[in-house]
């Protein structure tokens, strides 16, 4: 599976950013799909998944209520809408695949397919 994650760039605080992940060379709709973020110095963090068919949602609690992941298996793709940023989701934002498509690990080493990345830099 080969993931393409998109959309990332500059806003100021309170903002909004939709991250896109576009996967191919698999079944897309088997796969649980996270997102997860790494500051400059840190490691990397879970952020959100969701199961293979999006009716399940998992969030950390640093986005909780700001954050959603959503996911449309017709267009092998998965979304990370995000709002009310704060300076702190300043991150490299990767999508990660699970296999067992249950999505409900946090921990990135249990993750099969990895994007890229796009960044988010939230100014203050």
């Known amino acids: 599976v080969q993931l393409q994650a998109s959309g990332g760039g500059l806003v100021q605080a309170g903002g909004s950013l939709r991250l896109s992940c576009a996967a191919s060379?698999?079944?897309?709709?088997?796969?649980?799909m996270g997102w997860f973020r790494q500051a400059p110095g840190k490691e990397r963090e879970f952020v959100a998944s969701?199961?293979?068919?999006?009716?399940?949602?998992y969030y950390a609690n640093s986005v909780k209520g700001r954050f959603t992941i959503s996911r449309d298996n017709a267009k092998n793709t998965v979304y990370l809408q995000m709002n009310s940023l704060k300076p702190e989701d300043t991150a490299v934002y990767y999508c990660?695949?699970?296999?067992?498509?249950?999505?409900?690990?946090?921990?990135?080493?249990?993750?099969?397919?990895w994007g890229q990345g796009t960044l988010v830099t939230v100014s203050s």
């Open positions: 060379g698999g079944t897309f709709s088997t796969y649980a």
């Open positions: 969701t199961n293979w068919s999006g009716g399940r949602t």
């Open positions: 990660a695949a699970e296999g067992t498509g249950w999505a409900t690990t946090m921990d990135p080493k249990l993750y099969d397919y």
